[in-house]
């Protein structure tokens, strides 16, 4: 058949100066796959990315820009980032040799899928959990498992050890605390999983700036241990695409060693650095998220007792709060609704997401949301 194909497109050309091409075939891994589309229009509040809602403070922009002066934007970037590591472990109080700084913490689940498995490896992961995880492991041809967490989203740690034996995973990956779920594994539990596998286990802690149960300080203590953080939450600083992993020196070597040489470009190995040297500011605006996600939470609960059994939501260790409404359907109608008003929020299958905004945009998301369930309680009185 493909020689025949061959043997005709030859005849063809030679008969025609237009070539009769073949359509190109995609392979079956990405034929049906389209661009990732975050929610797109100009919407006045946008709580669906789990951004932060504070812009950076002055005295840091001030620094950046007396920087940007002096950037070498001939040169090529620092391959290691030394500068930047140093600044980031400085901030967490750990040793920089554990750290990789990535194009984001995206980029280092794609090597770490890549590169420490190998095509047909299993890799563990739980849901509902970050779907980067899962998509990542199709394109490298990896064999995903996956747990499912049950209906109080909650995950089994005996579970999950059980599984890993079981299926002989080479890497077991999950968010901690998770996204979307908002709830967090202490760090006892967490111990309990690394010690009992065999497998890699790489803890991402993209939210763990709002929560207390980071192992950051323990990774020297294992063989199997990579941590994720971000500066895209927490940090406020999802522009610039940057991302950390922190391991043994063992495995932080073989990081360093597949990744792309220059994978974190000049501006945002200058710009990281800045921000991380600022300890105080980033504190504050820690502190900050934190109030704000708490304040969401509780102006949700309240509305939640004047609208009994409407909907649950989950005590966040996030900067986001999860909620199921009643209904199923009620997930979209709510979010379209919200949308219509200029407010954006995530809608995940019959579950929500939000993100803690400012005071002044939690405060109108809260008016909508209240809005909308009194509407739905008047259409039902009245038949
Ligand atoms: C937002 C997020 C990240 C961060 O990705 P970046 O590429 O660093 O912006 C990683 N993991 C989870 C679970 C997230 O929600």
Same mark, same amino acid.
């Given at each position: 058949?493909?020689?025949? =194909?061959?043997?005709?497109? $030859? ?22 796959? $389209?661009?990732?589309?975050? &929610?797109?229009?100009? #919407? ?27 950037? @070498? ?20 109080? &750990? *040793? ?9 913490? *995206? ?8 590169? #420490? ?11 509902? *959990? ?5 998509? /990542?492991?199709? =394109?490298?041809?990896? @064999?995903?498992?996956?747990? *499912? ?27 901690n605390p998770c996204?979307?779920?908002?709830l967090g594994l202490s760090r006892k539990q967490v111990r ?11 803890l @991402?802690e993209?939210y763990m700036d709002f929560w207390d149960q980071s192992l950051l300080s323990e990774?020297?203590? /294992?063989?199997?241990?990579?941590i ?38 000049? +501006? ?20 900050? =998220? ?16 004047? +609208? ?9 260790e996030?900067? #986001?709060?999860? =909620? ?30 939000? $993100? ?16 909308? +369930? ?10």
């Amino acid at each position: 058949m493909g020689w025949a =194909i061959l043997a005709f497109r $030859t005849f063809w050309k030679t008969d025609e100066k237009e070539a009769f091409a073949l359509p190109y075939a995609l392979n079956d891994k990405i034929r049906e796959l $389209t661009p990732y589309e975050p &929610i797109s229009g100009a #919407f006045q509040i946008r709580l669906d990315a789990n951004e932060s809602y504070l812009s950076l403070p002055e005295p840091v922009l001030a620094e950046i820009r007396a920087r940007l002066e002096k950037l @070498d934007f001939n040169r090529y970037p620092d391959p290691i980032g030394g500068e930047l590591c140093r600044a980031f472990a400085g901030y967490y109080g &750990i *040793d920089p040799k554990f750290v990789t700084a990535g194009n984001g913490s *995206d980029e280092l689940i794609s090597i770490l899928a890549n590169a #420490f498995l190998m095509k047909g490896d299993a890799m563990l992961t739980v849901a509902p *959990d970050f779907s980067m995880y899962q998509f /990542y492991a199709s =394109i490298s041809e990896i @064999d995903c498992v996956v747990l *499912d967490k049950g209906p109080e989203l909650s995950i089994d740690v005996d579970e999950l050890i059980r599984k890993a034996v079981e299926t002989g995973a080479k890497m077991i990956l999950f968010s901690n605390p998770c996204n979307p779920t908002s709830l967090g594994l202490s760090r006892k539990q967490v111990r309990k999983l690394i010690r009992s596998v065999d497998s890699l286990v790489v803890l @991402d802690e993209a939210y763990m700036d709002f929560w207390d149960q980071s192992l950051l300080s323990e990774v020297e203590d /294992y063989e199997n241990l990579i941590i994720l953080r971000t500066s895209s939450k927490a940090i406020g600083c999802a522009a610039i695409r940057l991302g950390f992993a922190v391991a043994n020196e063992r495995l932080s070597n073989a990081l360093r060693a597949i990744k792309s040489p220059y994978n974190v470009n000049s +501006f945002t190995q200058m710009a990281g650095t800045v921000l991380f040297q600022h300890k105080e500011l980033l504190e504050r605006a820690r502190r900050q =998220i934190i109030c704000q996600r708490e304040s969401l939470y509780d102006a949700l609960l309240s509305v939640q007792k004047e +609208f009994p059994g409407k909907y649950k939501l989950w005590k966040p260790e996030t900067n #986001f709060v999860f =909620i199921k409404p009643e209904a199923p359907e009620d997930a979209r109608r709510i979010f379209e609704f919200l949308l219509k008003n200029q407010i954006a929020i995530r809608c995940m299958g019959n579950y929500l997401r939000i $993100t803690a905004g400012s005071p002044e945009e939690n405060a109108e998301l809260i008016k909508l949301w209240r809005l909308w +369930f009194a509407e739905e309680e008047k259409n039902h009185e009245n038949g």
